[in-house]
């Protein structure tokens, strides 16, 4: 089985051009093998909302590192693998917005998966297919809107998938990071 890296973010504000937190879930043959997470100084100005959601306010960010920071270590592994994401294309657009605004190396495309919509499709009849409602179904446990616990269930719900014989792979999309959307 190929690597996964799984990963939530949280942004300070209503633009989601940056970040003020990132969790980071590793499946590696078929198993979670890391999950950690950390602040982000965003280096902009935080709304009250998502300060509300997240618990996240400036003085939690402001000895954090910047997002430059945290690429220098991630980079080539989400550069290199499969990123996976519950609602992907809000992640994957904050991520790609991050890239663009500090300049930093990336290639055009990043391969990702979307565990929501794969949770359409494969339960249809369910009302709700939030991370949230896919950790009740799936009994995991969840700090929501903490960017580690998210992308360590998230994790958890994709092996769930993978282990009840699911078909993830028409759920691979290539997303391209200069326009900031989905190529396939």
């Given at each position: 089985?190929?690597?996964?890296?799984?990963?939530?973010?949280?942004?300070?504000?209503?633009?989601?051009?940056?970040?003020?937190?990132?969790?980071?879930?590793?499946?590696?043959?078929?198993?979670?093998?890391?999950?950690?997470?950390?602040?982000?100084?965003?280096?902009?100005?935080?709304?009250?909302?998502?300060?509300?959601?997240?618990?996240?306010?400036?003085?939690?960010?402001?000895?954090?590192?910047?997002?430059?920071?945290?690429?220098?270590?991630?980079?080539?592994?989400f550069?290199?693998?499969?990123?996976v994401?519950?609602?992907?294309?809000?992640?994957?657009?904050?991520?790609?917005?991050?890239?663009?605004?500090?300049?930093?190396?990336?290639?055009?495309?990043?391969?990702?998966?979307?565990?929501?919509?794969?949770a359409?499709?494969?339960?249809?009849?369910?009302?709700h297919?939030?991370l949230?409602?896919?950790?009740?179904?799936?009994?995991?446990?969840?700090?929501?809107?903490?960017?580690?616990?998210?992308?360590?269930?998230?994790?958890?719900?994709?092996?769930?998938?993978?282990?009840?014989?699911?078909?993830?792979?028409?759920?691979?999309?290539?997303?391209?990071?200069?326009?900031?959307?989905?190529?396939?």
């Amino acid at each position: 089985m190929q690597p996964f890296i799984v990963f939530d973010v949280e942004t300070p504000n209503h633009m989601n051009n940056r970040m003020s937190a990132i969790g980071i879930t590793v499946i590696q043959n078929g198993l979670i093998t890391q999950s950690v997470g950390t602040f982000i100084n965003p280096e902009t100005y935080f709304d009250l909302f998502n300060t509300q959601l997240t618990g996240i306010t400036p003085e939690a960010v402001e000895n954090a590192p910047t997002f430059p920071e945290i690429w220098k270590s991630v980079g080539s592994a989400f550069s290199e693998n499969v990123l996976v994401a519950h609602n992907a294309p809000f992640d994957m657009s904050v991520l790609s917005k991050c890239l663009t605004h500090y300049g930093l190396e990336c290639p055009g495309s990043l391969t990702y998966a979307c565990t929501c919509n794969m949770a359409r499709r494969f339960f249809p009849r369910m009302e709700h297919h939030g991370l949230a409602d896919m950790c009740e179904y799936y009994n995991i446990e969840l700090d929501h809107h903490k960017a580690d616990s998210d992308a360590r269930a998230c994790a958890e719900i994709l092996l769930r998938y993978i282990n009840e014989g699911r078909n993830i792979e028409p759920f691979i999309r290539k997303y391209d990071v200069r326009s900031k959307r989905t190529l396939r």
